[in-house]
């Protein structure tokens, strides 16, 4: 019951705050409602020299500490038995270990070459334009992330003997359906800030478009966790931040209060000042999201934090980023694509993505592992909780 309490209030709140600021704002709802949304409302900002360096300052700063913190650990001498990769063997077994990240005995396995071959063949038909292909031109992006899903399984079925896709499979399949929700929830906020667009959808009816959409979108947290998974079996990349930085808070519900508080605030300014608070398109989720997770769970993905262990937030932080490196990779060359208008930092683009904009991948990377274990926690238990 509490669980169904936190996925309902989760809901309404994240969809209904947004279109109470415009209401109170005294904007017409009819524009952030249109489906297919083709219509450009939203004048945006140029760029800004100050901004930009601002907020790439603030980026920097945030990720400086645990750049620095890992990549000491990587070039630190293991041979005293002082390391953390050191530690971590005797933690875990030294056989365990050989057995899977450091002398892995298991072959690639043979469906890991099929999704190789699902990918090739759909990368190279995204990107050109055969004649005889013209009428699938525009639907090659869910076999490329399919294709890459078999692959990232596999290369973890290889290191370590174990894949989400095998091991988990329920877990895994009912991901497709979330996360097909979980995105067309982040097309909606995008209706209040307008940051990206798409080419070529004016001549689909609604029906076409929500068929067409939803397909690629259910790819998208099979790929942001299977790559979660795998950054995990690299232990020199991850156990520094085992024991790390502290964060010491007394009073856990009262800040889930507040946070929910701030990240609702945050919903609800998108319509108003859209040019202001677009980041608030990938902070306010989480805020809202981790607030419930401890209001009626008693923990989040946030637990381990007030023991140092900052691995959790790190990890699907990380493999956001390498997925939205891929997704803007992949995307640049497809003849059904998205581009960008990001205010103030709408400059120096690695493929259609404003290089700035790829800090927002890092939340988003931890939005994905919340709201996997909001729904489908069942079957993907956290194991910490506040004490």
């Known amino acids: 019951m509490k669980r169904l309490l936190a996925e309902l209030s989760l809901i309404v709140g994240l969809v209904g705050i947004p279109l109470l600021g415009v209401i109170v704002a005294g904007k017409p709802l009819a524009q952030y409602l249109e489906f297919p949304p083709v219509t450009q409302y939203v004048e945006h900002a140029g760029f800004s020299r100050q901004v930009f360096f601002a907020l790439s300052l603030f980026v920097c700063l945030v990720l400086a500490p645990f750049v620095i913190r890992i990549l000491a650990a990587l070039t630190r001498r293991e041979g005293k038995g002082t390391g953390y990769f050191s530690q971590w063997l005797k933690q875990v077994g030294r056989s365990r270990v050989e057995k899977s990240c450091l002398s892995p005995s298991i072959s690639f396995p043979w469906w890991g070459w099929l999704g190789a071959g699902l990918l090739a063949i759909a990368w190279i038909l995204a990107w050109s334009r055969f004649p005889w292909f013209e009428t699938w031109q525009g639907f090659t992006f869910s076999p490329i992330w399919l294709g890459y899903i078999i692959v990232i399984n596999a290369w973890t079925f290889r290191r370590t003997g174990h894949c989400l896709m095998l091991d988990r499979p329920k877990y895994f399949l009912w991901l497709f359906p979330l996360s097909a929700g979980f995105w067309w929830y982040f097309e909606y906020l995008n209706r209040f800030v307008q940051n990206w667009h798409y080419v070529g ?10 068929i067409y959409a939803t397909l690629p979108f259910s790819t998208v947290l099979p790929a942001v966790l299977s790559t ?41 300014g998108l319509g108003i000042w859209p040019d202001v608070l677009f980041p608030a398109v990938w902070m306010s989720p989480i805020l809202i999201m981790a607030s419930l997770q401890i209001l009626f769970d008693g923990r989040s993905l946030f637990s381990g934090l007030q023991h140092g262990d900052w691995r959790s937030v790190w990890v699907p932080a990380l493999s956001g980023l390498c997925c939205g490196l891929l997704w803007e990779l992949w995307n640049s060359r497809s003849l059904a694509h998205w581009q960008y208008t990001v205010p103030y930092v709408q400059r120096f683009s690695l493929f259609e993505m404003p290089l700035l904009g790829y800090a927002g991948y890092l939340p988003f990377g931890v939005e994905c592992a919340i709201i996997a274990e909001l729904f489908l926690g069942r079957w993907n238990p956290v194991k910490r909780a506040i004490q």
């Not at 959808?201 to 929500?210: H, K, M, R, T, V």
């Open 201 to 210: 959808i004016d001549s689909f009816s609604p029906l076409e478009y929500f």
């Open 228 to 268: 979660k998974e795998w950054l995990e079996s690299f232990p020199r990349a991850t156990l520094p931040l085992r024991d790390f930085w502290p964060v010491r808070i007394r009073h856990w519900r009262l800040a889930a209060v507040l946070s929910f508080v701030a990240g609702g605030a945050g919903l609800a």
